[in-house]
């Protein structure tokens, strides 16, 4: 009978790892389509983009705001799409004359930039989380023993696998891709081979900002939408970025997959230390490997 | 004994050779030059003498000491310092501020938080020295990222000299000037050359700056070595003449 | 500006801080509000000293500054009601955290090296936030204040005196602003100046980059650690929003807004962000956008920041 007892508690053990683990993968998913479009950001223009939090709740607002006018499927189309085109502007009109500058510069006016987002987005919509409403038929649990495999988790997941795959053959098989790549290796070769760099500056940036608002609209299903879910969820692109590498972008989607899988497992052991392990983990990387998982050296 | 002995060493880069099985030594007072086209590796060659790149395989060898695996800095402390195909100063330091910190530096106060009255003139007056033998007085307390190219040249040249090196590694030190510049840097090698009995090794492109200088002149292409000898040896050399005007044509 | 006119004006602003409790009230000011300029001036010009002078940019500071607020006020709390010995702790952590980390990313550089301060400093954030047993958490840590310091033969209430709190603040400030003061006028100083005018330079000087780098930020977290216990000495509180990004961002546009380049210009950026974000706060809920905007203008148009803009004058 305690024989039994035990093999049970083993299989429920199990179950519940697994159970936490695919959940972690989910949300690691999810940090790394955020990370990914910061780290995009980064890799081409050096600039650490501060206001991408801003950016997620802007597209997460956006989607909102549509919502009672096009439906939740259009919503999660055009908000993207209308958070990159404020991208586009930012970097026209603001970040493109600190290019020369000292990196310091950039950084202070995304971070400026940040504060504006949150509270004008806390001016016209208040404070509370607002009701973001998605398609019933995606809530429901798909199954029942694996709860957790609600409809709208599972279509998170192939939501950000569809564009993260999107964005490899965008990298890879365009022009406007692979301008990027060379131009994230050597700028300076890139514009002397007669790319305009301006523009393809100001294209990332809004691809970046496209990923930020997508991941914006996801999250607010997930999450639930108030102003601050920007700055709450910047951070673990940040730490996903630094653990799979700077200018690697299968580093950064690594990294975030690892954070959202460790902090998954971590949850059934010691709950209240989920959070926690993203910065151990991100410690130990320093530690050992201070270029990252997949990094490049000489880099920084 | 040589002061310096580069032996076979090689850089790859992936799979480009850039420093393709060097050898090369050095005598103490010697003045020899390295010459070649662009892209022949002179540079990387100097970076790895100087530590700033670690040889693919080979060993070099300084003064008796194997220092293949030395991080820069402490080859600058045994001795060896270089200047930078691109001038590389202090720019919103006036000329003596950059030569005062190479002083520090060189005599060991590098981690003092305080200096005494003393040893603050010593260091001033080594700075005046310096500021002489580099023809700086005029700009002496003048920004150096304000300076003409020569005085920004002859300044790096200078910290350069600050730290009392045994063997210096000049990277194209007339490159970008004019003739009257040329000259001027020239001059201040020969002095040094004569003068303070510096080994010096020389990337050069300009070759009345070589003829004018060197006592012995290697020829690197394409990252090996296409011929040594004495400046008369080299001017005949066929082999040599074909890799530049090949370059040329 | 000659020798003798930098000579003076340091002259006259030691005598402005020195006197500042006397005048404030003159100006529509009260002693705390001086206070408080100076202690963050002190975290403003600790974080100068690795920013503007040896050319680090480190936007973590906050987790440091926290480390010595809840520092002391743990200790008063749960530990010693006791002032200095709370100070103490507060600098001892704060400057055991610097050097560990310190050690950790003092090989990256650039960009790198900002994303991990900012990922360091939100995790003392972190820590301070859900640790609410031993910190109070968001609600921060309160029930207990600043204890009178009793020298023996006699005791300084800074308690209920703000100007005893303003004198014992001024007595840290000036201490750390002469150490730091005299480290840049001193060898090792100006190894961290060529480090920032030109690393690659620096080390082929011979000067293991480094290293010095570790200890300019070891300096510089420890004063910002000091501060940090003056602060929420001063707030009576401490407050787990002092650990966050924007505090780090606050510590930095303060000095940019003075002038990095300048000894002075922290001081100078402190005072001015302190009273402008106590108007602004006080008149409108939407405070945030303000110091956002006010971010936004001073990168634009004022990036060599006050002093920065009359060294060009004075120059023409």
Avoid at chain 1, 50 to 64: K, P, Q, T, V
Avoid at chain 1, 262 to 286: D, K, N, Q, R
Avoid at chain 2, 105 to 127: M, N, Q
Wanted: aromatic content about 10%; hydrophobic content about 55%.
């Amino acid at each position: 009978m305690a024989v039994a007892a035990r093999g049970d508690r083993a299989a429920a053990m199990t179950q519940l790892v697994l159970f936490n683990l695919f959940n972690g993968l989910i949300i690691g998913a999810f940090y790394a389509l955020m990370a990914l479009g910061l780290s995009l950001i980064l890799n081409l223009s050096g600039v650490i983009n501060f206001a991408h939090g801003g950016f997620l709740a802007i597209g997460a607002y956006l989607a909102f705001a549509m919502m009672p006018y096009t439906g939740f499927w259009w919503a999660l189309l055009l908000a993207p799409v209308l958070t990159a085109v404020i991208g586009l502007i930012v970097e026209r009109v603001l970040i493109r004359r600190l290019y020369g500058r000292d990196p310091l510069y950039s950084l202070l006016l995304t971070f400026g930039l940040a504060f504006i987002f949150e509270d004008g987005l806390r001016y016209i919509w208040g404070p509370s989380t607002v009701p973001f409403a998605t398609p019933d038929w995606l809530s429901a649990s798909l199954s029942g023993q694996f709860f957790f495999l609600t409809g709208y988790r599972l279509f998170m997941v192939v939501l950000v696998v569809v564009a993260v795959v999107a964005l490899f053959v965008i990298l890879n098989r365009t022009r406007l891709g692979i301008r990027i790549r060379a131009g994230t290796l050597d700028l300076e070769t890139v514009s002397v081979l007669g790319v305009n760099v301006r523009i393809l500056r100001n294209l990332n940036f809004g691809l970046g900002a496209f990923l930020a608002g997508l991941a914006g609209v996801l999250a607010a299903g997930m999450l639930g939408l108030q102003p601050t879910i920007g700055s709450t969820l910047i951070m673990p692109s940040f730490v996903a970025i630094i653990i799979g590498g700077l200018g690697s972008l299968p580093g950064t989607l690594l990294g975030g997959l690892l954070i959202g899988a460790a902090s998954g497992v971590v949850t059934v052991f010691f709950p209240s230390a989920s959070e926690a392990v993203i910065y151990v983990m991100m410690g130990l990387v320093l530690l050992v490997r201070p270029r990252g998982l997949l990094g490049e050296e000489g880099r920084f | 004994m040589s002061l310096l002995s580069v032996q076979n060493v090689t850089r790859r880069f992936g799979s480009l050779v850039a420093v393709d099985n060097v050898s090369m030594t050095v005598e103490p007072g010697e003045l020899r030059a390295v010459i070649g086209p662009n892209g022949a590796g002179k540079t990387t060659f100097f970076n790895l003498i100087s530590g700033f790149l670690r040889p693919t395989s080979g060993r070099i060898v300084f003064d008796g000491e194997d220092i293949t695996d030395l991080l820069p800095a402490r080859r600058v402390w045994r001795g060896i310092a270089r200047t930078f195909q691109i001038t590389e100063v202090f720019p919103e330091l006036t000329v003596r501020e950059n030569l005062r910190i190479a002083v520090e530096v060189a005599a060991g106060y590098r981690l003092r938080p305080w200096i005494s009255r003393a040893r603050s003139t010593e260091v001033d007056i080594r700075v005046d020295e310096l500021v002489g033998l580099g023809g700086l007085g005029a700009v002496r307390d003048r920004l150096v990222g304000e300076l003409s190219h020569g005085d920004q040249r002859a300044n790096e040249i200078m910290m350069a000299l600050a730290l009392k090196p045994r063997l210096l590694l000049l990277d194209e030190p007339t490159a970008g000037m004019g003739d009257q510049e040329t000259y001027e840097i020239t001059q201040l090698i020969r002095r040094l050359h004569r003068d303070q009995r510096l080994t010096i090794v020389l990337i050069e492109h300009d070759m009345r700056v070589i003829f004018h200088l060197a006592d012995r002149i290697m020829v690197l292409a394409e990252g090996a070595v296409l011929a040594e000898g004495t400046p008369a040896e080299i001017g005949a050399d066929e082999a040599v003449q074909a890799a530049y005007l090949g370059q040329a044509a | 500006m000659g020798v003798s006119g930098k000579r003076a004006a340091d002259v006259a602003v030691w005598v402005l801080l020195l006197t500042m409790p006397y005048w404030l009230n003159w100006v529509g000011g009260y002693t705390a509000l001086g206070s408080r300029v100076l202690v963050l001036a002190l975290a403003a010009m600790s974080l100068n000293f690795l920013l503007g002078f040896t050319g680090v940019l480190s936007f973590g500071h906050a987790a440091y500054f926290g480390l010595g607020v809840y520092g002391v006020g743990l200790t008063i709390k749960y530990l010693v009601p006791n002032t200095l010995i709370g100070m103490a702790v507060g600098v001892l952590v704060g400057g055991a955290a610097a050097v560990v980390i310190g050690a950790l990313i003092v090989r990256l550089r650039g960009v790198y090296f900002a994303m991990v301060t900012i990922a360091f400093g939100q995790v003392f954030y972190f820590i301070a936030f859900r640790w609410n047993v031993v910190t109070g958490g968001d609600d921060g840590l309160s029930g207990w204040r600043r204890v009178p310091i009793d020298l023996g033969f006699t005791t300084i209430d800074i308690l209920g005196n703000d100007k005893a709190f303003y004198y014992l603040a001024f007595i840290c400030f000036a201490g750390a602003i002469a150490i730091m003061a005299a480290l840049l006028r001193s060898p090792f100083g100006r190894t961290l100046l060529a480090i920032r005018e030109n690393e690659r330079r620096a080390r082929f000087l011979g000067i293991p980059v480094e290293f010095h780098i570790w200890l300019s930020w070891v300096i510089s977290c420890v004063f910002v650690s000091l501060a940090g216990t003056l602060y929420a000495l001063l707030n009576n509180f401490a407050d787990p929003h002092d650990l966050r990004w924007d505090q780090s961002g606050d510590f930095v546009i303060m000095a940019v807004l003075g002038g990095m380049r300048s000894f002075w210009g922290p001081l100078i950026g402190a005072a001015i962000f302190v009273v402008l974000q106590d108007y602004v706060s006080s008149e409108t809920q939407n405070w945030m956008s303000f110091i956002g905007l006010f971010f936004v203008l001073v990168v634009l148009f004022f990036p060599r920041g006050v002093l920065g803009l009359m060294q060009r004058r004075t120059a023409a």
